[in-house]
């Protein structure tokens, strides 16, 4: 029997005396002293709990870029890489203010409607009021994050609920840009200033194949002192810290996957600004969640509402606040599909936009019921979503069989979700 064993087996009774001269340790504490082979063990012991992180849709992406390449051969060439790398982005941002949302256990209906509803304001300000497009970029971002708070007030302040408060968001704010654009239906948006920026025909650096690199060494440095540093900082507070062999590891994972990713687009044109612009906000989303006291605050009111305000949290300024920043990313994503065409429509807005969004944040891994998920979910969904798209568009297949493997994809996640949700329970870990 192991000397762990031999702690837990002679633990004696909570009503000993002697009880707290015994330490009772958690495994977990001493999966970095055993080295690789403690975290193996860790990782099966997670996938036993229902704890699977990325892992489905890792999984998930491999299968659906191996299905698509072995139809086509052009589906992982560098143009469609740029491609997919390119569309995801407007969706994207949209997806990572709605993980925000749902890790508050709630929903926003209206993201969809907002975005449209924001690029009608930008081509108004830019175009027909001749306001410095700047201005108008930042006027518009404004107008998402007014009308998320406005939602966020109604559902914490009044009691309405989410789902109905931006139901009733998802209609007004949709007839609202009707009436905006009028009979036209449509207002044209110059290719200059920052929506060119974000346009297809702008790349990090001028296409400059250096850019690309430079963006992988970044990323790549960014995370290898960040890692370090948190390692110093718990080892002066005497709390486990990753030894420097796993923080070796994990910067070398980073560096192949960021300097491969660099090396397929330099074949094409480059890193596209909007990429580059979608990147910073998962990277600076997720500092926020996880690195600060606000980010804390919102996993607590996501895992336990009772809880949180118990433990001193404004609940209702975290709600509105969250709902802010949907709105706010809403009205962000609105700008990047405007790029797409220089044009705000009467269709911006619409389709399936919102249900991609959604599905983009849950494939990811973002729990329906809240307390649990990362920006980065935004990412790994759209890069799921984004393939099916572009791989049916290269086999010419209909868009009715992308909406059913997209849904199908969706229904997969959402029941991987549930089912880890019970395993946890199961085990005593939820």
Do not use: C
Not at 168 to 182: E, P, R
């Amino acid at each position: 029997m192991s000397d762990l064993s031999k702690t837990v087996k002679d633990t004696p009774p909570a009503d000993d005396p002697t009880a707290a001269a015994i330490p009772v340790v958690d495994p977990r504490l001493l999966v970095r002293e055993e080295g690789f082979k403690g975290y193996l063990t860790e990782f099966k012991r997670k996938v036993r709990g229902g704890e699977l992180g990325s892992l489905p849709v890792v999984v998930g992406l491999i299968i659906i870029w191996s299905v698509f390449q072995s139809q086509d051969s052009l589906f992982l060439s560098a143009g469609n890489m740029l491609n997919i790398s390119y569309f995801m982005s407007a969706t994207g941002m949209i997806a990572i203010g709605l993980v925000f949302v749902l890790l508050l256990g709630e929903i926003d209906l209206s993201v969809a409607s907002v975005s449209g509803l924001s690029a009608a304001v930008f081509a108004i300000l830019a175009t027909t009021h001749d306001v410095n497009p700047w201005l108008a970029v930042f006027l518009t971002l404004l107008t998402g994050i007014a009308i998320g708070a406005l939602h966020g007030y109604f559902f914490a302040k009044i009691g309405v609920p989410a789902f109905v408060v931006t139901l009733a968001g998802n209609l007004g704010w949709n007839g609202l840009m009707l009436w905006l654009l009028g009979d036209t239906g449509s207002l044209s948006i110059q290719d200059k200033g920052p929506l060119h920026l974000l346009g297809q025909r702008s790349f990090f650096m001028n296409q400059d194949i250096a850019g690309a690199y430079l963006l992988a060494g970044l990323g790549t440095v960014a995370l290898l002192a960040g890692s370090l540093i948190e390692q110093r900082r718990r080892r002066q507070a005497g709390v486990p810290y990753r030894p420097t062999s796993e923080i070796a590891v994990r910067v070398g994972a980073l560096a192949v996957v960021s300097f491969a990713a660099a090396y397929v687009l330099n074949q094409a044109a480059g890193v596209p600004n909007a990429l580059v612009i979608f990147l910073v906000a998962l990277v600076l989303t997720d500092f926020v969640l996880r690195r600060t006291s606000y980010g804390r605050k919102i996993f607590a009111v996501g895992g336990s509402i009772e809880a949180a305000r118990r433990a001193g949290i404004n609940v209702a300024l975290i709600r509105i606040s969250v709902f802010a920043i949907s709105g706010g990313f809403a009205a962000a994503g609105g700008l990047f599909l405007a790029a797409q065409t220089y044009t705000a429509t009467l269709a911006a807005g619409s389709g399936n936009l919102l249900m991609l969004a959604i599905a983009a944040a849950v494939i990811g891994g973002t729990s329906l019921f809240g307390g649990r998920g990362n920006t980065w979910s935004a990412l790994l969904g759209m890069l799921v979503i984004q393939s099916i798209q572009t791989g049916l568009d290269l086999l010419n297949m209909n868009t009715s069989l992308q909406y059913m493997i997209t849904g199908a994809v969706l229904l997969a996640a959402v029941v991987i979700d549930s089912v880890s949700r019970k395993t946890q329970k199961a085990s005593g870990r939820a």
